[in-house]
């Protein structure tokens, strides 16, 4: 009477710890290629292919919508190829629920999209984004979990990562996928993912403007 059980999903304990790592490693590689993928924002604008583009009629919303798309897209394909390896190596099965999969999978690869071309706006130059994107992201998955996992740490640090996209991240993965659970409880989740993703897309919008400008 003094001990509770959970039952997540009925998988091995080695399994889950693979699971885990699969959507906590594959949220922090979204963050690191989607900056990447942002940096361009740079070079055109450095070779002055950003002002030929912003001089037409969609101007600096078009760029900034067209890379957010591709950086989501290529984020989703990320996503997938990692939790096939896991599927194929360690039978970890998260395809069983495929609808779940590709929610979680849609709106962590949005966020990062969305987060990578904010943070890239916010800079004046190349190095100074590079840097910062850098740091930022490690910052966020060490202290989110996708480094070590939450309950290692202390107290503290757990309600430190809810502040993070990467701990939202894992606790939509787990919702969705590990726990034996309605696809409800990760309503939450889900919803401050897809705010993650809207806010800094507006920030990005907001944020070109000036890099355009400069």
Same mark, same amino acid.
């Not at 957010?68 to 099965?93: E, K, N, P, S």
């Given at each position: 009477?003094?001990?509770?059980?959970?039952?997540?999903?009925? #998988?091995?304990?080695? *399994?889950?710890?693979? &699971?885990?790592?699969?959507?906590?490693?594959?949220?922090?590689?979204?963050?690191?290629?989607?900056?990447?993928?942002?940096?361009?924002?740079?070079?055109?604008?450095?070779?002055?292919v950003l002002d030929r583009i912003v001089a037409g009629p969609g101007g600096i919303g078009v760029v900034v919508n067209g890379k957010f798309l591709?950086?989501?897209?290529?984020?989703?394909?990320?996503?997938?190829?990692?939790? &096939?390896?896991? *599927?194929?190596?360690?039978?970890?099965?998260? @395809?069983?629920?495929?609808?779940?999969?590709? &929610?979680?999978?849609?709106?962590? #690869?949005?966020? !990062?999209?969305?987060?990578?071309? !904010?943070?890239?706006?916010?800079? *004046? #130059?190349?190095?100074?984004?590079?840097?910062?994107?850098?740091?930022?992201?490690?910052?966020?998955?060490?202290?989110?979990?996708?480094?070590?996992?939450?309950?290692?740490?202390?107290?503290?640090?757990?309600?430190?990562?809810?502040?993070?996209?990467?701990?939202?991240?894992?606790?939509?993965? #787990?919702?969705?996928?590990?726990? !034996?659970?309605?696809?409800?409880? !990760?309503? @939450?989740? @889900?919803?401050? @993912?897809a705010l993650c993703a809207a806010v800094t897309l507006l920030a990005a919008h907001l944020l070109a403007r000036r890099l355009a400008r400069g």
């Amino acid at each position: 009477d003094l001990v509770g059980t959970e039952t997540v999903g009925g #998988s091995p304990a080695a *399994r889950n710890r693979v &699971a885990y790592y699969a959507g906590a490693i594959a949220f922090m590689f979204l963050l690191l290629s989607a900056a990447q993928g942002a940096l361009s924002l740079m070079d055109e604008r450095d070779s002055g292919v950003l002002d030929r583009i912003v001089a037409g009629p969609g101007g600096i919303g078009v760029v900034v919508n067209g890379k957010f798309l591709w950086l989501a897209v290529q984020g989703l394909a990320q996503t997938a190829l990692i939790f &096939a390896v896991a *599927r194929l190596a360690y039978h970890v099965d998260a @395809l069983a629920l495929p609808g779940r999969w590709l &929610a979680v999978a849609m709106l962590s #690869s949005a966020a !990062a999209a969305g987060i990578a071309l !904010a943070l890239v706006t916010a800079c *004046r #130059s190349r190095a100074q984004a590079q840097t910062l994107t850098t740091v930022a992201i490690l910052v966020m998955s060490a202290v989110g979990g996708s480094m070590v996992p939450r309950f290692f740490m202390p107290g503290w640090l757990q309600n430190l990562g809810w502040i993070t996209p990467n701990t939202w991240v894992l606790e939509a993965w #787990s919702h969705a996928l590990w726990r !034996a659970e309605p696809l409800s409880a !990760a309503t @939450l989740p @889900l919803a401050m @993912l897809a705010l993650c993703a809207a806010v800094t897309l507006l920030a990005a919008h907001l944020l070109a403007r000036r890099l355009a400008r400069g």
